[in-house]
């Protein structure tokens, strides 16, 4: 069955950086759009950044333009994101997710059938 584990939050301060990264098994991965979610407690989830199955396509949730990075490496199954400028308004628990369909653009949030367990964020000012 599909599997996503991901890995790299922690504490930072503001302005400075994580990655984060997701590392995908039990299907192809190359065929699957792939995203990020995050919620933040007393929040609902919310989405960040989700990249399509070819990694020519990328959709950003406004409040992290700028500052995330999705990216792909097929080869290694994994999904990265780079976080750079953050805020503490960005902590959160990420969840990384995946779609159910193929060769999909991974844009819309009702696509994602698959989850990570999530892993902590917490930026201090």
């Known amino acids: 069955q599909v599997q996503l584990v991901e890995s790299g939050g922690g504490l930072v301060q503001a302005g400075g950086s994580l990655r984060l990264s997701c590392a995908a098994s039990?299907?192809?991965?190359?065929?699957?759009?792939m995203g990020w979610f995050r919620q933040a407690p007393g929040k609902e989830r919310e989405f960040v950044v989700s990249i399509s199955w070819s990694g020519g396509s990328t959709y950003y949730t406004d409040s992290v333009k700028g500052r995330f990075t999705i990216s792909r490496d097929n080869a290694k199954n994994t999904v990265y994101l780079q976080m750079n400028s953050l805020k503490p308004d960005d902590s959160a628990t990420y969840y990384c997710?995946?779609?159910?369909?193929?060769?999909?653009?991974?844009?819309?949030?009702?696509?994602?059938?698959?989850w990570g367990l999530g892993t902590q964020v917490f930026v201090s000012s």
């Open positions: 997710a995946t779609v159910r369909t193929p060769q999909t653009s991974g844009k819309w949030e009702e696509e994602y059938a698959y």
């Open positions: 039990g299907r192809t991965f190359s065929y699957y759009a």
